[in-house]
Each structure stands twice: as C-alpha cells, then as structure tokens.
C-alpha cells in the first residue's frame, strides 16, 4: 500500500491491485500539542497556552508523587521533608515550608530554603505573624511584599532572607487546623488562583499523612 499525502490533513492510500482509499491524517509537523490550551488575548488575538498546561500537567505528576509518599512506610518527618522539596521545585518558589500546630504554637517542621537548624525551634502563636494569622481565621493568606505587612514576623534563627511575596495556607481538618504550609519568594509575586489550589490540594495531602499516622 502506497501512501500519498494530498494535503497537511488528508492521505490518499493506493494498492497495485488498483484499490484506493483517503484517510484524514494530520501531518506530524502540523499536530499541536494535545495539552495544549487556547484562550483569546485582544490585543494577539488566540494564543496556545502551552507554558500554563504543561505546569498545571506536571503539578498533577507532582501531586500523584506526594499521594504515594503518604501511603509509604517513611515516617512522619521523612514524608514532610520530601513534600516541601516536590512542592517547592514545582511552585518555582524560595521557601517552602511547613508548621504543625502543637501545645497551641505553630513549629516549624519542615522547610526548603530555611536554615534546617531552625526546625523545631521557630515556634509562633495563633495569630502570630502572617503563618499564625492565616492559622487562626482558617483561611489562607497571599502577600505581594510580605515584610511590608504590618502582620510580618521574622525570625533570625532561620537565616532567612527578606523574602518578599508570601503564601500561608491552612491545613485544617474539619474545622480544626492542624498547621500551615508557608511559600516564600524573594522577587514580589502574585500567586495565580491555578497556584493557590495546588498548593490547597498540598495543604490537604500532608492532612492526610497526619491523620493516616495519627491512627497507627
């Protein structure tokens, strides 16, 4: 069977027994991504997407990855260590950190881009520091320029930069919070509503692993 193609979508298939047939076929160099999405802009009119679906296709990986580390037999401190990495990496951010609510103080327990010395040792209120207030209304808090806010707090012992832009988001389990999981950049951000969920469906993955460990 020979194939002729006709056009960058149609491809004539001709037999020596004299049998014809067309079939549509998309030439290769003419297939668009198939994650590719389209919005229209006003001014370029319609635009591929491509860099937004395929970060939103990797935070999906991202997250099929955290759901089996809480399944895993690491212990508590392991699965937190390994979760702030994988979220940090994909969110492109600084700092990426987590705080467990104990005796009514919110610790640091684990971090990427924090002294790791600091762990066990920045405790804070409910209600202290933008950490401690997105903890105490249960919802979470998005800051541009983080160290301008009035609720800022900062803590010498982590070494930490001035970080600018900052993303506090509550774990919470029915109501009652658990902790918070901290983001941090150093150039000023605005974290995009795709952005922000992720880092809620994260929020309720390391939810899961305390409770799972909780129980055993």
């Given amino acids: ?87 940090a990496a994909r969110m492109g951010v600084d700092v990426c950190s987590i705080y467990l609510l104990k005796d009514d103080r919110l610790i640091l327990t684990a971090t990427r881009g924090l002294d790791p010395a600091a762990v066990g040792r920045v405790k804070l209120k409910l209600g202290e520091g933008i950490t401690g207030a997105a903890a105490l209304q249960g919802s979470y808090i998005s800051v541009k320029n983080a160290s301008e806010d009035p609720r800022y707090r900062y803590f010498p012992e982590t070494k930490e930069e001035r970080y600018s832009s900052m993303l506090s988001y509550p774990i919470c389990d029915k109501g009652e919070v658990l902790g918070v999981l901290n983001m941090q950049t150093t150039a000023a951000r605005d974290f995009a509503e795709d952005e922000i969920y992720f880092v809620a469906t994260v929020a309720n993955l390391i939810r899961g692993a305390l409770r799972l460990r909780k129980a055993f």
């Fill in 1 to 87: 069977m020979r194939e002729e193609r006709l056009d960058p979508y149609t491809v004539k298939l001709v037999c020596v027994c004299g049998y014809r047939d067309f079939q549509s076929r998309v030439e290769r160099s003419k297939t668009l991504n198939p994650y590719a999405a389209i919005r229209w802009d006003e001014k370029k009119g319609v635009v591929f997407e491509m860099e937004r679906v395929n970060r939103e296709r990797l935070e999906i990986i991202t997250l099929e990855e955290i759901s089996m580390l809480i399944s895993s037999e690491y212990d508590l401190n392991q699965v937190l260590d390994m979760i702030v990495d994988k979220t």
